[in-house]
């Protein structure tokens, strides 16, 4: 006989630390893959290890790769907090990073301090156009978001495609379709001599700052959580639906922009159709990882991030193959859900006893 | 507009909307089965991918073809196995579940095909399902070529068109499914198993899932590609909406959506000059959406989609 | 007597978290027997029933079942199967019927094997139709129940049970949904299946139709079974006192001065979402501090009207004035601003966020005021300090004002609800269904709380299916049926039913 019975409250300690669990469980089980690809366990894990936190360049590494995860995953975060299935951020990333290239490889030739900005916003707008679109689909003719913003990401990178291969095309660029180079002013410094670290690291801790902020702390946060709770009693309740739902999907594909703009105008420098592995994909796995609260996608890109750095170089070492990053994320992602589902419920289970004296 | 009637009047041109339908014949039937039973299953789009490097690597590690069938078959169940446990005794968000085993389905297949294959450059082929020639039908006018240029795989999803609607609509199974889809507590109060029924849906429909995805290693091409699914795992969950969960629906949405594929690969080659190729590759996805907000607000999805139950909760 | 006995419950005993639904409950059931199971919300109705069906597992007791040649066995616990093999048939409260299947589906289900290939409708129409006849019950066969009448589909409900061959019945509130007449035609259906032999435990709150039609009562308060009695030896007074524990007094309403209209609708039309769920050109007029009673058999247009007033739906036609003011956009907030206070029906769906917490729960519908933020951030102090003197106020109990509203009680999630809707002072409230479900010492309260808002001038408009409720609360009753009002004076029960049913009286 096996129940299942409701717990009363979350402990703190349970909401931060079912994550954390999560996570390391699902680097253990990784150890089933590698031996299964034939590699040396401890020799791998340490491999990963010192890939991540073995020199101050790798650690920097890990920051790079940690910047967009933190954009994509606040992305994620944000539309999840209100119940709006925003699943196209890989898309809308790239429509940030066209807008980045669009802008910033030479049509305002201005000074840094007007150009950056400029780029920023039309990342952002592009992004959240990107999502205001099935939004609006949603609104208005209630086909499923998650469905509509799937197929969106791939028409975006069709589309990217033919931006490349056209109006966006390098000339000097040999051929590759690849942008023509974002002017040098119009590039987000960077943080440390040497390192690839760019401000958009700096831009995305500050955007998981105020998010988290106005989530707690806002009327605005306030009725968004409301409406992703229950969305009838909210409507009720008399707060504007609809208008919230568009609000947190412009600032969700915003959010999804900014990792686009990062990626071209903070750390390649041109758009090529290869930015990004899969980070709108990710950002989910970290939202879900950071139990949908902005300062969570912090730690959980960090963890994400180390994952695949250290997985990279590891797969280098040990010529295992680099999916196995994709596999631990996929994984944790599993256990995480498990875990939340250990945190709200709990199992009972006990013999049955028919007819007990 | 000549070109056009030539087009649709060729029998090569039905022979390819059949061909490239089949993947999304299983793939929608895999879907409304599963959603029929009250559960969203985005594992979809993963276990495509799963399915095609199983039924792939089958046959490239000595099995038959139908023996690798089989394997793929079966391993899209263990897929929509774990999906239940998660979402319907666990009840936990379809959405998430879904979109994890995605993530992990894949990635799992694409470890497990580089691991299998460290080093090889060009992917390693296959002998894949042949043409069924038959004798007199083959060679009738039109149906011959339509019909019997195709491999044995379309001829089972074609099957598993009326099995599905047979189990649906003349079993007990299947009428004890769409009741669990529409309110599981009238299973309940008969003594039948909610969780039984809805996770024996969600496995059988990702066995067809994965079946879609044999379809494309073993038939329509003879090798395993990265990222060769390609979205037709979100297509099939939007053509599921605009079939409104009727097996019959989905067959005629797949093939008009084959049918519009095939079409616009020709177009290409008429009009290429004058249009991007890029809009001819987005069709099919522009064309989901728009089936999508045709449909989404005249569709009638099963009443207990998405919400989780749980025993002696009421 | 004895050798008519066909169900024995012994001892059984059930927990759920802290709580104890049922407390070594014991209890006999004979042949033909019609027993009425009687008791406060919450006193373990349907806990034990549930536990008689095999949905719960008792922690300790145990069931005997006698078998057609009358020898007793144990029942397996915790197994419906096994209570169905046993030929116990049970008709929940909520219907339990797949609304995309047509009724001989409906009844079919779980009744053949799922291994069968190929099913026998035709043969199982003819005996449903034989149980049809038999019975007095019918209903049509082949249309989806999602559109059959509250009545046709409990119908279907018991044809469910009786197809399975029980011997005995249980039914969970049967005459909640029903017009009198309706209900009293279920009645004479029951007592006929009685007379042939069917054993039947009706769970119910009515004493006036308990009284009338079982043979005998049990009781049950707390969790026990406080007494039994045979139907004959019984009186309404001693009834309620077993149930209560001890008297309540039920709010006594007294004659109200009325004051200037605050609600106006006219040749109001709204379409909702059944067909007869919908508002027909309507008029209506509420004055401050009367208590107007709509009464009928729900799926008549209450939806519409409360959708209306709510703001939750809007009309196709006609003028909404409230306090001589039209109202020219009708949404949530508007209503909110015009001074209508809302008891939703569904108090966890429209009502409360569960998720979040007491006091966030009763600003929601003022956290744009003044009082509660500035520049856009919440002012943390004063939400705290408000939903602590309305906890105090409206005696909301729970654990606390930071938890989840969800950990809260129906009755204390409903007093969170008044709380917030009565502290804005509104002059109009629509109360839909504003006691469903809570036991009678909330039920009261909520009564008293609209009465005290009657005296201090709102209107009042109180949707309820009890008619019992409407009969003591409301001054003036309107009966609503296929989305048109009858005004009427009497407060005879056989006329407003006909008028339920759309007979004119």
Known sequence: MIRIEARGSQSLAWKIGLPIISAILALILAAIPLTLAGAPILDSYAQMFSGVFGSKFAFSEMLTRATPLIFTGLAAALAFRGKLWNIGAEGQLYLGAMAAAAIGTGVFD?????????????????????????????????ADEVVTTLLLNFIIIIFLQYM??????????????????????????????????????????????????????????????????????????????????????????ALAGLAGVSEVAGLKGYLTADLSPGFGYTGIVVAMLAGLSPAGVVIAALFI????????????????????????????????????????????????????? | MFDILQILLSESFWSASLRIATPLIFGVLGALLCEKSGVLNLGIEGIFVAGAMVGWMAVWLGAGLWGAVLAAALAGALFGLLHGILTVPLGLSQHVSGLAITLFASSLSYFSYRTALPTVSSPPRIGPFQPLDIPILSDLPFIGPVLFQQTALTFLALFCVFLVWYVLNKTALGVAIKAVGDNPNSVDAQGLSVYGLRIGAVMAGSALMALGGAFLTMSAFDAFFFGMVNGRGWICIALVIFASWRPGKALLGAILFGAFDALQVRLQTEVGAFVPSQVFLAAPYILSI????????????????LTPWFKGQR | MNSNKVLSLKNLSKTFGSVKANENVSLDLHRGEILALLGENGAGKTTLMNMLFGHYMPDSGRIEVADDAGH???LVLGHPQAAIAAGIGMVHQHFTLAENLDAVDNIMLGAEPLTRMRRNRHEAEKKINALMENSGLSTPLDVPAGRLTVGERQRVEILKALYRNVRILVLDEPTAVLTPQEADTLFENIATMAAEGLAVIFISHKLREVLAFSHRIAVLRLGKNVGEMATSEADEQKIARMMVGSETSLPIRQAATTGAPVLHLEALSVVGRGRRDSLKAVNLTVLGGEILGIAGVSGNGQAALAGVLSGMMTPEAGKIILNNEEVSQIDPAQMIAKGVGRIPEDRHRDGIIGSMSVAENMIIEG????????????????????????????????????APAQLLSGGNIQKLILARVFDKKPLLILANQPTRGLDMGAAADVARRLIEARSRGAGIVLISEDLDEILRLADRILVI?????????????????????????
């Open chain 1, 110 to 142: 201005v000074s840094g301090m007007i150009l950056i900005p400029t780029i920023i916003l039309f990342g952002c707008a592009a992004g959240a156009f990107g999502m205001i679109v099935p939004a609006t689909l949603k609104i208005r003719f209630g």
């Open chain 1, 164 to 253: 490349l291969e056209g109006p966006l095309k390098d000339p000097m660029g040999l051929g590759w379709p690849q942008s023509s180079p974002i002017l040098d002013q119009g590039m987000l410094p960077k943080v440390m001599d040497r390192m690839r670290i760019h401000y958009g690291l700096i831009i995305a801790l500050l955007c998981a700052a105020f998010a988290q902020f106005m989530l707690v702390r806002s009327v605005w946060g306030f009725k968004l959580r409301a409406v992703g709770e229950n969305m009838n009693a909210a409507r009720h309740a008399g707060i504007p639906v609809n208008r919230s739902l568009l609000m947190v999907a412009a600032l969700s594909g």
């Open chain 1, 305 to 357: 991030a180390s994952v695949f750095v250290g997985a990279d170089s590891m797969s280098r070492a040990m010529g295992v193959s680099s999916y196995l990053a994709d596999l631990v994320v996929a994984t944790a992602l599993l256990c995480v859900l498990l875990g939340g589902f250990l945190s709200r419920y709990k199992i009972i289970t006990g013999v049955s006893q028919s007819g007990g004296k």
């Open chain 2, 290 to 305: 728009f089936a999508l907000v045709i449909a989404a607000r005249r569709a009638e999805y099963p009443r207990a989609l």
């Open chain 3, 72 to 74: 007793f066995s144990d």
């Open chain 3, 367 to 402: 956290v744009d005021g003044h009082r509660f933020q500035k520049n856009g951030l919440l002012k943390r102090e004063n939400i705290t300090e408000h939903a602590k003197a309305l906890s105090v106020e409206y005696d909301v109990r729970g654990p606390g004002i930071a």
């Open chain 3, 481 to 505: 049926h296929d989305g048109e009002f009858a005004e009427t004076h009497t407060r005879d029960r056989a006329e407003l039913g006909l008028l339920m049913a759309g007979q004119a009286a």
